[in-house]
Nanobody, 120 residues
């Protein structure tokens, strides 16, 4: 069974930093894209960054120059380093992976979500 386990998050003052990590476990053929989405209260879930297996990233303009990311295919992990955080970054952050399993098609899996709160 495929699982995405997130760690990190928490509360920080504006201008602070937080790091999120996500690890995929289970038996599957490959991970296609892997990344992060977020959902603020009363808003739609939105893309933060999604990284293809080759390393090409698709990301939101709002996080450019503030967030950095890395993906380790061997470890099946993706990390998100968030700097210069603002209250607008407050949201539940979800790890997402598109995974090809044995005998199955490509399926989107989601982590349980981790809260990030930016407040003075």
């Amino acid at each position: 069974q495929v699982q995405l386990v997130e760690s990190g998050g928490g509360s920080v003052q504006p201008g602070g930093s937080l790091r999120l990590s996500c690890a995929a476990s289970g038996s599957f053929l490959r991970i296609n894209t892997m990344g992060w989405y977020r959902q603020a209260p009363e808003k739609e879930r939105e893309l933060v960054v999604e990284i293809a297996s080759g390393g090409v990233a698709n990301y939101a303009d709002s996080v450019k120059d503030r967030f950095t990311w890395s993906r380790d295919n061997a470890k099946r992990t993706v990390d998100l380093q968030m700097n210069s955080l603002t209250p607008e970054d407050t949201a539940v952050y979800y790890c997402k992976a598109n995974i090809k399993s044995y005998g199955r098609g490509e399926i989107d899996y989601w982590g349980q979500g981790t809260q990030v709160t930016v407040s003075s």
